[in-house]
C-alpha cells in the first residue's frame, strides 16, 4: 500500500464534496506544473493508482466564527468545529487539546449550575487567542507556497515553519484558573464588565479578520507576517 499527500495552491478545481476522486493523468499534470523535475519512479507509482483511489480534498478555510455556544449554553463547539486551521499552521490540534483543558476547567470553576456560564466564558477566553493561531496558517502557507528558493538555499530558516512562543509557552489551564472570575463577571454583565484576554502575541490589538481580506493582500504581494502588529515571534 502507498500513501502519499500533495498539497497545490488552490485554482478552483477543486470542490466540496464528499467523493472528489481524481484521475492520475490529472494529479501528474498538476505536480508537473507546481514542482517539475520528480524522479521518474514517482510518476510511475502514480499511474498505477486504481480508479477512485485519489481524492482531491479541497482544503475548507472559514471566517470567523465569534459565538461557539448554543443559545442555551449546554451545546459547545471545540477544535476545528470552532475554527477551522489548514495543515501548514502545524497548530489545529494543539488549539483543540487548549480548547478541551479550557472548557473542562471553566465547567469545573462554574460548577454543575454555572454550566451555560462556564460555556461562554470558555468562549471568551478562546476566541481572540485562536483567531491569532489561525493567522499563523496564512503565514506559513505563504511561505511554503511563495517561496524563493534561490534565497532559501543561501539561508534555509526562510522556510522554516513559524511557531512563536506565544502558542507553545501557553498553559491554557493556569490561564483559564487566572482569569475565569474577570471573564465571569463580564459574560453575566452583558460585556460591561471590562475585560481583556492576554493571551495572543504582547502588543496586539486584536480585531477580526475575513479570508476575502486576507486574500486580498496575499494578492497585492503583501506579506502577511509584515502586517501583524505586536510581537508574533
Known sequence: MTNA????????SASESWTPDVEPAEVLKVMEKE????????????????????????LMWRDLCENWTSPAGRVVQVGDSAHSFLPSSGNGASQAIEDAIT????????GRSGVPIATRVYNKLRYERVSCAQKMSFVNSQIKHHTDWAAVAQNPKLIRTRFPRWIYQHDPEAYAYEKFGLAFNHVVSGGEAEFQNSNFPPGHVFRGWTIEEVQKEIKAGKKVEALLDGDWS
Open 5 to 12: 499527500i500533495l498539497i497545490h495552491q488552490d485554482n478552483g
Open 35 to 58: 514542482a517539475p523535475g520528480w524522479h521518474p519512479a514517482v510518476p510511475a507509482i502514480m499511474k498505477t493508482s486504481p480508479k477512485g483511489s485519489i481524492i482531491h480534498w479541497k
Open 103 to 110: 472548557l473542562a476547567t471553566c465547567l469545573k470553576l462554574g
